[in-house]
């Protein structure tokens, strides 16, 4: 379990995240809301000890992580960034970094396993030689998740991960990462715009709004008012027949 108390954090004196309190439960996905400069980049560098908080705890199942080596934190933690950066190398050797944890020197047969594995299962085995600068946004995004999966971390923290994705792609990266997280009974948090998206496969959101936490429901306990507040926006949430919900914008005279 993923438990968080009390957590505060300030840029120079700016509070920017005000007293967060939340758990993430094993096999569960929380996708992280809220509109832009709400906190949301904020709150996973701090969960991944990238920023220091001010105050508060932090423990992943059981064990502070602020006492961590950097090491320490990436056997248990993959964070992939909102903004990725990319290297003159192939997209082979970037996800076999996600194996770096694991291996001092040199990788082994296990290690290029799991990389060949995650290549096929993200599609991307015909990009495996090509180099990463070379590559389209969603390819270098694809690239950066399959690094994280390949690292099979105890959480996962991804920021936007499917802002440069096609539908198609979003849908089967989610799917994957929902159908990884219950299998081997992990966790992960990522912010996602897409509240369509993001009800589909979220178990849990978080409402973060001006650094504050304003909510903390299971997807069943969405209710259109809770985003409409963090959004200013009116929002309905409609089922269908299927039992998929969906969010849309209340038409309103322009
Ligand atoms: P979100 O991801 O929800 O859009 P962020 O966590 O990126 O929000 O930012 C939260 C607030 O902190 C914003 O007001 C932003 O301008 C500010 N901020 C983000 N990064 C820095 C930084 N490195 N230094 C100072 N302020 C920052
Ligand atoms: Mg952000």
């Known amino acids: 379990m993923l438990h968080v108390e009390h957590l505060t954090f300030c840029y120079r004196r700016r ?6 309190s939340f758990d993430v439960n094993l096999g569960e996905v929380v996708v992280v809301l809220g509109p832009n400069g709400s906190g949301k980049s904020t709150l996973l560098r701090c969960l991944c ?4 908080p001010r105050n508060g705890l932090v423990t992943l199942n059981g064990g502070r992580l602020n006492s961590l080596s950097a090491e320490q934190i990436a056997r248990k933690i993959a964070y992939v960034p909102q903004r990725l950066e990319t290297a003159p190398f192939s997209v082979f050797d970037a996800v076999l ?17 799991r990389v060949e594995e995650m290549l096929y299962r993200l599609e991307l085995e015909s990009f495996a030689q090509r180099p990463l600068h070379q590559l389209s946004g969603g390819e270098v995004q694809k690239t950066a998740l399959a690094r994280a999966l390949v690292q099979e971390p105890e959480l996962l923290l991804f920021d ?3 802002s440069a994705l096609d539908l198609k792609n979003q849908i089967d990266i989610l799917r994957l990462v929902r159908d990884m997280i219950r299998e081997k009974n992990i966790m992960a948090v990522m912010s996602i715009h897409d509240l369509n998206l993001a009800i589909r496969y979220a178990d849990r959101f978080l409402l973060l709004k001006d650094g504050r936490l304003i909510g ?11 985003i409409e ?26």
Do not use: A
């Open 216 to 226: 903390d429901v299971s997807r069943g306990e969405l209710q259109p008012d809770v």
């Open 15 to 20: 509070e920017t995240l005000s007293d967060l």
């Open 49 to 52: 000890q990238i920023l220091r």
């Open 229 to 254: 507040y963090v959004y200013g926006i009116p929002m309905e949430i409609h089922t269908s027949e299927k039992k998929v919900s969906f969010i849309i914008e209340k038409t309103f005279p322009n």
């Open 97 to 113: 970094l996600g194996r770096k944890p694991y291996f001092t020197w040199s990788p082994s047969p296990t290690d290029f396993q």
């Open 160 to 162: 936007e991960p499917t």
